[in-house]
């Protein structure tokens, strides 16, 4: 929703997803409602060509000024071994679209990820995330993109920002500081629209030597991401397990693909699944930096 008032996009409803009624590759779709989600626009794809089967997990963002924008991650076919990064803009609320662009194409990614937790496998998706600054501070405006990445050794979590409505990207930022090796996956980032503070959330296995549970990490920036400092956030260590087998088959041992995280002037809270009961659940802590103040409490479950 566009919530910037006195603008003529204001209150305006914005949807996004993935066409998979279409012949690959899926593309990535827009609609849009003015008059509270009673009728929405035509459809129309935003996403181009890139990546040659799958453009999917889009997510967007408005700026201060009404700029609206989209993230999604594109697959190549079959082996989904290649990240194709996509954004796109709009000047006008939805109305007309950019050509969309390819961030960066990065190797040693699988979209459609695999990690060895206990000696079982679970699948989660790596879909790119973004926040915009809309403080009133020295980066307002300033795009922020997060993503996970397969490097030569394990997984990390990686940042790139744009100081110019996306005309122009800095090199990939890693977000988490450690040097242990172990796994870093499935970010989730905000931006503390009061303080322009960056926040963002991940599964870290870096306490564990055999790499097999999993704890909950944020890491902060006060700089635009320029630099990090990591905290740990949850209170119980978890084997991840999968959730289910997909119906389609394409997505065995499936744990998830969303992590989630919100902040206003210094207290954040971040949400994330684990199964600490032996059953997945969702959990949150409060957290005002530098200290938590409420251990994790079950939240919603149905």
Known sequence: VNTNRATPHENHIYA??????????YPVKFSRSTNGGLN???????SGTIGARNQIGVNLAVSPDSGL?????????VERTFFHLGFNSSSNGGISWDPPKEL???????????LNKGGETITFANYPVMSVD??????????????AETTSTRPDIFLIRSTDAGSSWSSAQKVNQDTSGKDQWQPWVTVDQVTGDLYVVYYDSRNFPNNDSAQVYISSSTDGGLTFQDILVSDVPFLPKPIRVSPGGDLPFYMG??????ARQGIVWPCWMDNRTGLLQVYT????????????????WP
Do not use: E, H, M, N
């Open 285 to 300: 802590s409060k957290v005002v930096y530098d200290s938590i103040t409420v251990p994790p409490k079950i939240s919603v």
């Open 40 to 46: 929405f626009s035509a459809p129309v794809s935003i």
């Open 16 to 25: 996004a997803y993935t066409d998979i009624a279409v012949p690959v590759p």
């Open 134 to 147: 809309r403080s009133s501070g020295a980066r307002r405006g300033w795009i922020y993109i997060v993503y």
């Open 257 to 262: 693909s969303y992590i989630g995280i919100s």
């Open 69 to 77: 924008y989209a993230t999604w991650a594109g697959g190549d076919a």
């Open 104 to 114: 960066s194409t990065i190797d040693k990614i699988a979209l459609i990820g695999g």
